[in-house]
């Protein structure tokens, strides 16, 4: 597989950061198709709008409507194909591992040189994932959360984003607007939200979201 004509997406809500990222990035991968996204809702759009033809993902964990480990977890179960690299401030071993166990493809610390951030993204595309030096993964034993990200993983993409503007707090009529359908759609998607996630209303629905947030989650 020879390196060019990639599209590559940056998934991160600072735009300084992106800019930075794709400037040093592109003497390494010339001829590079260049996408970004500043939050999951922003993912999402792109996704839809080139049909998923993408060849990579540079992905934050803290993007606004990320909740920790849940748009990683919605991407590896509804687009499989496309490896996911994490890319976080974050960089404590018990992150890293639960990364990985969610399905990164790596995980590159922000401290990282361009260097060594161009050399994670060739291996990767080649097939390997890739971690930092001397990394020793932790084992993810099943937990709470663990079967959360299982259920969450159930979500269709249309019930993925409902569930995230429940956690904004936007009410059924504000979601119908959005998306441009009726009340009673949304209703019937919060209720296979509910199904899937094992919960009986939208307030233990968005505290089910919330288990998955970095803070919230331990080995």
Same mark, same amino acid.
């Given at each position: @597989? ?5 599209? !590559? !997406? $940056? ?5 300084? %950061? ?10 390494? +991968?010339?001829?590079?198709?260049? %996408? ?17 033809? +993408? ?29 996911? *690299?994490? !890319? ?7 992150? $890293? ?12 610390? /922000?401290?990282?040189? @361009? ?25 993810? #034993?099943?937990?709470?959360?663990? /079967?959360? &990200? ?11 984003? *409902?569930?995230? @503007? %429940? ?5 059924? /009529?504000?979601?119908?607007?959005? +998306?441009?359908?009726?009340? &009673?759609? !949304? /209703? ?5 939200? %509910?199904?899937?996630?094992? *919960? ?6 968005? $505290? ?5 947030? @970095?803070?919230?989650? #331990?080995?």
């Amino acid at each position: @597989m020879k390196l060019e004509n990639l599209n !590559i !997406i $940056i998934a991160d809500d600072h735009p300084l %950061f992106r800019n930075a990222l794709r400037q040093a990035l592109s003497s390494a +991968f010339t001829n590079t198709n260049w %996408f970004e996204a500043d939050s999951a809702e922003a993912l999402q759009h792109c996704l839809d709008e080139h049909n998923a033809n +993408f060849d990579l993902i540079l992905l934050d964990l803290q993007m606004p409507g990320s909740h920790g480990y849940s748009t990683l977890i919605h991407m590896r179960s509804h687009y499989p194909d496309i490896p996911v *690299v994490v !890319i976080s401030a974050h960089e404590d071993i018990n992150t $890293i591992s639960r990364a990985i166990h969610y399905g990164s493809s790596g995980f590159i610390p /922000k401290s990282s040189s @361009m260097e060594t951030l161009s050399l994670a993204l060739e291996s990767v595309l080649y097939g390997d994932i890739w971690l930092p030096s001397g990394t020793e993964l932790l084992s993810v #034993d099943e937990d709470e959360t663990d /079967k959360m &990200a299982s259920r969450l993983s159930d979500l269709t993409p249309q019930q993925y984003r *409902v569930l995230q @503007m %429940f956690a904004e707090g936007l009410l059924n /009529k504000q979601i119908a607007y959005d +998306f441009g359908v009726s009340e &009673a759609t !949304i /209703k019937a998607h919060a209720t296979a939200i %509910f199904r899937k996630l094992g *919960v009986r209303n939208r307030t233990q629905a968005v $505290i089910a979201l919330q288990q998955l947030e @970095m803070d919230r989650v #331990d080995i």
